[in-house]
């Protein structure tokens, strides 16, 4: 079950095909740092075996050999697929959400500490009410021109994020199927969706990033059940 939700409550609830016919969303944009897989690029788990071997890599034909060699160790022992088809096995929890009544510095520092490009915004009574992102805040149309005063930038700085941040935003309930959610997040383009009860109190969230290293887990989990 989806819904939307606004700074008057929730504007809509009803299955994803009821959804597709509300109208465009518009992606939500979000700039999230990218973290290095190792200070040369390459992975760490090889600069890792590499430096407690003590040895060079292979060359390319030995690698492409023992590449081979360890698929077919792998497709000799028995793999256990683990049924996985509702948001509340996949979805981030606890998730870290923002007051709408923060000004813009609050929320900056809050989402920068906890490394995030994004949150979901709640009001008062701790019911969705909207998404803030950085990338939001760093809008080229938002931003105070490079002359501005610091006056200018300190009013931007004060501002509430209930007078910036997007809304109405779509969220999901913790029982909705992967594959619809999946289904909404390629139609709206956005990177995620909020996990909210029948209150609408946010209890997850669920991201592109979730039901992709739910694919490459290892034991491998069977998102079609």
Do not use: C, K
């Amino acid at each position: 079950m989806f819904s939307i939700y606004g700074v008057t409550g929730r504007l809509f609830r009803g299955s994803m095909e009821h959804l597709r016919h509300i109208g465009p969303l518009g992606a939500v944009e979000r700039a999230i740092p990218l973290v290095p897989v190792g200070r040369d690029g390459r992975e760490e788990g090889f600069t890792a075996e590499w430096s407690e071997t003590g040895s060079a890599p292979l060359p390319s034909g030995e690698v492409q050999r023992s590449a081979v060699a360890a698929y077919t160790q792998t497709q000799r022992r028995e793999i256990h697929r683990q049924p996985l088809t509702r948001v509340d096995a996949l979805m981030s929890q606890p998730v870290i959400t923002l007051s709408n009544q923060l000004t813009v510095q609050q929320a900056w520092q809050q989402l920068a500490s906890q490394h995030i490009g994004q949150a979901p915004v709640v009001n008062e009574s701790a019911v969705l009410v909207g998404l803030l992102s950085r990338a939001d805040l760093l809008r080229p149309d938002r931003l105070p021109a490079a002359e501005a005063s610091s006056v200018v930038w300190r009013a931007l700085l004060a501002m509430r994020v209930v007078d910036i941040m997007a809304t109405p935003v779509p969220s999901v309930s913790p029982d909705a199927d992967i594959r619809r959610v999946a289904r909404v997040l390629l139609d709206t383009g956005l990177p995620g969706l909020a996990v909210a009860n029948e209150e609408g109190n946010v209890i997850g969230f669920v991201s592109r990033s979730d039901i992709l290293r739910a694919v490459v887990t290892d034991p491998p989990l069977d998102l079609w059940g």
